[in-house]
């Protein structure tokens, strides 16, 4: 009997369509995505780069090249370089297939630019998935059966804060930007990444929140801390987009940006005017994300 397509590429398939998908490349036996990597490029894995002291002096390079004076954006703007496709990955991955990508230390690099002095995009070197019992790969080798979508959200989490705490930690060594500030952007960008494809495929923007807060549940059952969680923002009752949120951490943009101001989903925003600026996306798409 033909073996069933490989888990970790029916999430690939999944995210593909969508008009925003910042996947990380894939380099596996079974799957590989991604374009060709430059010659000259600096390979870090997350395991050494920690342990050989390499964040903080990325760190300094990219935002001395890239980023914002100020220590705050500076440290979110770090964690979204690096952290944003594999947090991507996994929560995507969860909505649209209800199959977890189990990210690892040991299996996520990260290439170093040096002319452009810029982090490319994260790779994934194992396709080991979580799946639910019943799932038609769940006898793939590379598949980790799962009772139910409990254990299944608690088995990614565990995995994503065990392969985050390192960078996060040397982040907030470096910089005294504080834990819950740092864990707060990955449990915001967690929600919004299950909340972006609902609402591009015109789904219910409420249960794939829901199911989004279960997963952030798990995250902070599994170490991540954080002051405040992020809230569904309804705008216009009846469209299809009409419903977006706010992130309960702030990434200080504003900070580093004074005339950028509070982005569309920042706390620190008053609601009406948000509210003011999400209808505008629905009078004019081409504005929205």
């Not at 996994?90 to 170093?112: C, K, M, N, Q």
């Not at 789904?203 to 170490?223: C, K, P, Q, S, V």
Request: proline share 9%.
């Amino acid at each position: 009997m033909a073996m069933a397509p490989h888990p970790l590429q029916a999430v690939v398939d999944a995210c593909t369509p969508l008009k925003f998908s910042p996947l990380p490349d894939i380099c596996t036996a079974d799957v590989r995505t991604g374009m060709e990597h430059p010659a000259g490029e600096q390979w870090y894995r997350t395991d050494f780069m920690v342990a050989d002291g390499d964040v903080p002096v990325l760190f300094d390079r990219l935002t001395a090249a890239h980023g914002p004076g100020h220590r705050l954006p500076a440290a979110t703007a770090f964690l979204r370089a690096v952290l944003r496709e594999p947090i991507f990955l996994v929560s995507a991955g969860i909505y649209l297939t209800d199959r977890a990508p189990l990210v690892d230390a040991e299996h996520l690099w990260f290439p170093w630019i040096s002319s452009a002095r810029k982090f490319g995009t994260p790779t994934v070197t194992s396709a080991r998935t979580a799946v639910l019992a019943g799932d038609p790969a769940s006898a793939h080798p590379d598949a980790l059966p799962v009772a139910d979508r409990a254990e299944l959200l608690a088995v990614a989490a565990r995995h994503m804060v065990a392969a985050f705490t390192p960078i996060i930690d040397a982040v907030h060594a470096h910089t005294r930007v504080g834990l819950r500030t740092l864990w707060g952007w990955v449990l915001d960008t967690a929600h919004f990444y299950m909340l972006n494809p609902a609402r591009f495929l015109g789904h219910d923007a409420e249960a794939a929140w829901t199911l989004a807060r279960e997963l952030g549940d798990a995250l902070i059952e599994a170490g991540a801390v954080t002051r405040a969680r992020p809230r569904l923002f309804p705008f216009r009752d009846g469209h299809p987009r009409g419903t977006w949120a706010v992130r309960g951490t702030c990434c200080f943009d504003y900070k580093g940006d004074p005339e950028h101001g509070f982005c569309t989903t920042c706390p620190l925003k008053c609601d009406t005017a948000r509210k003011a600026e999400l209808q505008e996306w629905i009078r004019n798409p081409a504005l929205a994300p």
